[in-house]
């Protein structure tokens, strides 16, 4: 089997992402712009994806969301700066279950054809701040033990009376809509 | 080790290797012990391992996902080889 390997050294705000699969260049890239096919594998700890939106085009832009096995909905949204068939998808990416909003990173998605008819991905990733790095790349966190990192490793710029406490993180509903009034 | 034994190890003076000394301190990969007169370095690199595996629970569900998308690559691959074969009528 083709081994993920990753780059992401101490300090950095990026993250490289590599892996080869054993199919032609057109055929990955369907499966990282088609929304049919992207929701069949791209599912971190057993999720299931429901997508709302995902225009992968020039200028175009996704929302979807993802349930835990527990029934826990993760939202997550950003836009596509590039899409480039079959070789290229520039897209930002953040997740709206953080405490607070702005914690968006800017993915590069690569295809490279191989010989063979085989195809070279390469996803790089930056982020706003080292922290918010290490803290992306900690999975399995759920949104306290998320809240807890940001408010103990990190100090973030909190606009003043921003809600801080637990209870006055942004809801979504399944549909990411912000939850107001309740 | 002590630290005299450390530095004749090195080219640079007594005192910067206690600077790098104090270093590997701070972060732990070394511990110091005052014996008598003589203070005995210990390395513990242990914690190096942390370093290489912080980022491999992320590593694995990156791997867990793609394995997912070669499953479903060869789905597609062989469903297109097979197409000629395995032409499904429309429902009427």
Known sequence: ?182 | MNLNAIAENFSVSRPAISQHIKVLTECGLVIIRQQGRERYCEAKLGQLGQVASWIEPYRKEWEHQFSALDHLLDQLQSKSKSKPKTKKRKRP
Not at chain 1, 1 to 27: C, S, V, W
Not at chain 1, 54 to 67: E, K, R
Request: hydrophobic share 30%.
């Open chain 1, 1 to 182: 089997m083709n081994q993920t390997t990753l780059k992401a050294e101490p300090g950095k705000q990026e993250i490289f992402i590599f892996r080869e699969f054993e199919a032609p260049r057109d055929l990955v890239f369907r499966t990282l712009t088609d929304p049919v096919l992207l929701a069949q594998w791209m599912n971190p700890f057993n999720m299931t994806s429901e997508i709302h939106r995902y225009d992968a085009i020039n200028g175009g832009a996704y929302h979807y969301t993802q349930t835990d096995p527990k029934g826990g909905k993760h939202v997550y949204s950003g836009a596509f700066h590039e899409v480039t068939a079959p070789e290229r998808i520039i897209r930002t990416f953040e997740y709206l279950n953080l405490p607070e909003r702005g914690h968006v990173h800017l993915d590069t998605f690569r295809l490279e054809a191989l010989p063979g008819n085989r195809t070279r991905l390469t996803v790089h990733s930056v982020y706003p701040s080292v922290s918010d790095r290490d803290t992306a790349t900690r999975p399995g966190m759920n949104t306290r033990s998320l809240k807890t990192t940001l408010a103990g490793s990190c100090p973030l710029p909190t606009a003043p009376g921003a809600p801080t406490s637990t209870s006055s993180f942004p809801k979504h509903d399944e549909t990411g809509q912000r939850l107001t009034g309740r």
